[in-house]
């Protein structure tokens, strides 16, 4: 979502603030006075009702869903003196985010209280800057899978009274069962109360849906390691064997260079390997996969979902997809590990890279390989081949068994011919060609 022009706020900036479960004496005096000034408020139906009499502002509950809805009822509320109520940060994974996304950050006059992180590991002692954070609200509770590592310390946004139970059930179904949880309820209120347990035998009963799970993370012995960085055991996807190997894959994703906040498009999916692992290095990454075949784009669905990252864009033939325009915005970079020699496919995948993109493709046959040098000369990069041996059982010894030997074109769109930023020589500063 980004800034509507439309929404543009003539009048003074929205107070935004945020509230604990300490209610209306957990204020400061800025933020009561704030909230008496509103002559309309919208908020939750239970921050709405922590507030007292004093407060005569129209009290207005969130619509369900929320955010198809705001843009009309900012639209309405336009020449209101709105106010917006909000559980302690509101730029902690709360309706301060979406509203800055949607009308601009100067639009909004945040007034933030402790968030349920800082809560959380106030209690438990724990350092702030140290802990991994998941949200499962309006999110898939498996994103918390690839933060997982023996003894790490990681708070999970709760999106109900249920989510301990189904956080627990998650860990022993993937090797972290002696793990430690810890659920917060109501912090920083009167009825705050703490539940600690381990995820194995974890079987207390839900409580109260305004809570925060603290995970000390342990993994059970012989579990296979599953970390962020690229090459995961090829036995970590399901599906017919159609995956690019775990030593390829690690060349590959390097050679595509994932950064936060990235989009790839990986065309040809496969098992979705190439995709999975891309967002996995990091929670902002995000990935379009193209697949001709249903059934292997159920299977790349299936194993995102396994592996942590189930909110990649599955979609179907890749030349089709792109030559309507069905896929919004431009990728940073484009893996091609399937149907090279399809026509077109190149030529669409290539005008649709931005400057400064990159595009790495892997050929295992003589014809996609031809492809591959008359595009390195058209375009420059680098060429490199790749020839994985593993060792494997022969009688009562051990042979090494050769893999299909992978040609892999590697190339910065706008860059120079060995796939590098040109230099300013002149002035020492990075560029790139025309």
């Known amino acids: 979502m980004t800034a509507d022009p439309a929404l543009s706020w003539a009048g003074p900036p929205i107070p935004v603030v945020g509230i604990g479960a300490d209610g209306w004496a957990g204020l400061p005096d800025r933020s009561r006075q704030t909230l008496r000034d509103c002559a309309v408020l919208f908020g939750s139906a239970r921050q709405l009702a922590l507030l007292p009499a004093e407060v005569s502002a129209r009290r207005e509950s969130w619509p369900a869903p929320l955010v198809p809805a705001l843009p009309g009822l900012l639209a309405e509320h336009r020449e209101t003196r709105l106010g917006v109520l909000a559980s302690g940060d509101p730029m902690f994974y709360g309706i301060g985010v979406t509203l800055a996304r949607l009308l601009g950050p ?52 709760s ?16 090797g972290f069962g002696p793990s430690a949880l810890t659920v917060l309820e109501q912090l920083g209120g009167p009825a705050e109360r703490l539940v600690s347990g381990t995820a194995a035998t974890w079987r207390e009963p839900a409580g109260d849906p305004l809570n925060i799970v603290a995970v ?32 390829i894959r690690a060349l590959t994703l390097a050679a595509l ?83 090279l020699t399809t026509p077109a496919l190149f030529e669409h995948c290539w005008s649709r890279l931005p400057a400064g993109g990159r595009l790495v493709a892997n050929a295992v046959t003589a014809e996609s390989e031809a492809l591959l040098l008359d595009w390195s000369a058209a375009h420059g990069g680098g060429l490199r081949r790749f020839q994985v041996y593993r060792g494997e059982p022969l009688g009562r010894f051990t042979t090494w068994r050769p893999q299909l030997p992978v040609t892999q074109w590697s190339v910065v769109k706008g860059a120079g011919p060995a796939g590098l930023p040109v230099c300013d020589n002149t002035n020492g500063r990075i560029g790139h060609r025309e």
């Open 106 to 157: 100067g639009a909004l006059r945040v007034f933030p209280q402790p968030s349920a992180a800082s809560l959380a590991c106030a209690r438990l002692g724990w350092p702030v800057a140290e802990v991994g954070i998941v949200s499962a609200v309006g999110r898939p509770l498996e994103r918390l899978l690839p933060e997982l590592a023996h003894g790490r310390r990681l708070l999970v946004l």
């Open 216 to 247: 000390t993370a342990a993994g059970e012995p012989g579990r296979t390691r599953l970390t962020r960085l690229p090459g995961l055991p090829d036995d970590a996807y399901g599906g017919d064997g159609q995956l690019t190997k775990t030593e």
């Open 159 to 174: 999106a109900d009274a249920g989510t301990p139970a189904r956080i627990a059930e998650l860990l022993r179904c993937n």
């Open 257 to 339: 260079a994932p950064g936060p906040g990235e989009t790839l498009w990986d065309i040809g999916g496969g098992s979705g390997s190439i995709a999975i692992e891309w967002c996995r290095t990091d929670p902002t990454c995000r990935a379009v996969t193209f697949e001709i075949l249903a059934r292997r784009r159920a299977q790349i669905a299936a194993n995102a979902a396994a592996l942590g990252v189930p909110g990649i864009e599955v979609r179907g033939e890749a030349v089709a997809e792109l030559a309507g325009d069905a896929v919004a915005g431009d990728p940073d970079a484009i893996f091609l590990g399937g149907g």
